[in-house]
């Protein structure tokens, strides 16, 4: 398809913005562009077209089955979209008066006191923009907590091999060494590994639980233990949090601070690069050093921020409207559902491609194609460009890293028992194809308008922007 600077049409417009109702100002000549921005021209009818094409070529939860592992890809209700589209929420202003602001600051505080009570924390902050600014923010707690005790030698964190990417940058990006734990041959924390790195310079833990091959840990207790006796202060990364909420909290585990990624488990649509929220919670002797607001009381003393004001605030609201809509008895019922989903999933296809643990597991689970691979020729990668044929969207491809041909497969709690066996079954037949005929999955997709792009080239060498044709002569 073509891009619509190609599509453009020197002369046509769209005549749809009305008179301006305020007078004009002249800006001086030094911040006036010297030629008019090269915007395509176009009819509304084309422009509509245009756009309604794109729509067309992606795939989206909306159009069908999302397994994408570790995302939390789910349901969002057009109820939390009303309540965040209220004006009264999306049109207040972040420096307006406090007596204009009381039902946004009503917001924040209950759901602060809903994720606390889900998470088992004590407190709670907004402020983080996503994920991985909450693991930053959190792991900054952890800091300020050592330092304000004079204990400087704890200059170490303890990050699994099997953890999300960003827990590392994370601990490193606060000043910390990283120190990697290899996982158990279950796909745990080997506790004998934790054990022989735990000393005096160790200043925290990084975890999740369910892990990253959706399996949960069952000496977590254990585990928070240790590093509470060694010194050290652990840290939940919520990224798995939809398999557990409302069931177990990560306080009750022994985790001391957390984030929770509101824009994968509680309903705003996730990916695309935003928007999110990546709300910190704390147990009490933390709480001190939570930033807060930049709206402060008079007489209050600056306090650190880590984003303007109180965050990505209609996140909030959306979460807040989740939570609130499915109440004390839905939320583990959704977790539930997630787990159910997924369990009865992995057996539906089990007996094709082999479970990198073939064991109960929570919200995901993990295939290993190694030794499909070996004997055919196919990897996860073509598996997966295969799936998009059947109109399914591929699941995460190559993670973990402990896992070396991984898919890793979410099916989440909202999936029927007919897409979960439509599913299955598209994936045995996937299975018998590559078996048969390797060099189609090879060659997969084949029904797309783009088969296989350079993908290497395309993050090495983005094209960015349009070259008009005057530009380029």
């Not at 050592?146 to 999300?164: F, L, Q």
């Not at 004390?328 to 159910?340: H, W």
Request: net charge negative; with cysteine; proline share 5%.
């Amino acid at each position: 398809m073509k891009l619509i600077f190609e599509k453009s049409t020197p002369g046509k417009k769209i005549d749809v913005i009305g008179k301006c109702d305020v007078d004009y100002a002249n800006l001086p000549a030094e911040f006036m562009r010297e030629t008019s921005p090269a915007l395509p021209e176009m009819s509304e009818v084309d422009v509509v077209r245009h756009y309604t094409e794109l729509n067309h070529n992606v795939h989206g939860v909306n159009c069908g089955f999302y397994p994408l592992g570790s995302c939390t890809m789910k349901y969002n209700p057009r109820v939390d979209e009303d309540m965040a589209g209220l004006e009264s929420f999306s049109g207040i202003h972040p420096l307006a008066p406090k007596e204009a602001t009381e039902g946004c600051q009503e917001v924040l505080e209950t759901a602060s006191k809903y994720l606390s009570e889900i998470s088992g924390m004590d407190a709670m902050t907004f402020q983080p923009a996503a994920g991985a600014h909450g693991e930053f923010t959190g792991v900054l707690l952890i800091k300020q907590y050592h330092e304000k005790r004079g204990d400087t030698a704890r200059t170490k964190i303890i990050v699994p091999d099997s953890a999300h990417g960003t827990n590392p940058a994370t601990a490193a990006m606060c000043g910390y060494e990283v120190v990697n734990i290899a996982s158990s041959e279950d796909g745990c924390v080997d506790l004998d590994a934790l054990k022989a790195v735990l000393g005096p310079d160790i200043a925290g833990l990084m975890l999740t639980n369910p892990n990253t091959v959706g399996i949960f840990d069952e000496n977590i207790l254990e585990i928070t233990r240790l590093v509470h006796e060694a010194g050290g202060l652990c840290y939940y990364d919520g990224a798995n949090l939809n398999a557990i909420m409302g069931v177990v909290r990560p306080g009750d585990m022994g985790f001391d601070c957390i984030h929770m990624n509101l824009h994968k488990t509680f309903a705003t649509p996730h990916g695309g690069g935003g928007p999110g929220a990546g709300a910190v919670g704390c147990k009490e002797f933390l709480a001190e050093f939570l930033p807060k607001s930049a709206l402060l009381e008079e007489g209050d003393e600056h306090h650190i921020q880590v984003r303007s004001f109180n965050g990505n605030f209609l996140v909030v609201v959306r979460a807040l409207t989740y939570i609130m809509s499915l109440g004390r008895e839905g939320i583990p019922e959704a977790a539930e559902n997630a787990v159910l989903n997924a369990n009865y999933l992995m057996r539906k296809i089990q007996g094709t491609f082999d479970l990198a643990f073939d064991r109960i597991c929570m919200h995901e689970f993990v295939l290993d194609l190694s030794e499909y691979k070996k004997e055919t020729g196919v990897s996860a990668l073509d598996v997966a460009k295969s799936l998009i044929d059947y109109g399914m969207h591929p699941p995460t491809m190559y993670f973990p890293l402990i896992v070396h041909e991984a898919l890793m497969l979410e099916p989440t709690e909202t999936e029927s028992k007919e897409t979960l066996d439509w599913a299955a079954d598209v994936f045995k037949a996937v299975y018998e194809r590559g078996k048969t005929d390797p060099e189609y999955l090879l060659n997969s997709p084949h029904h797309t308008i783009i088969g296989r792009p350079d993908e290497v080239g395309a993050a090495r060498n983005p094209i960015l922007r349009y070259n008009s044709k005057a530009e380029v002569e």
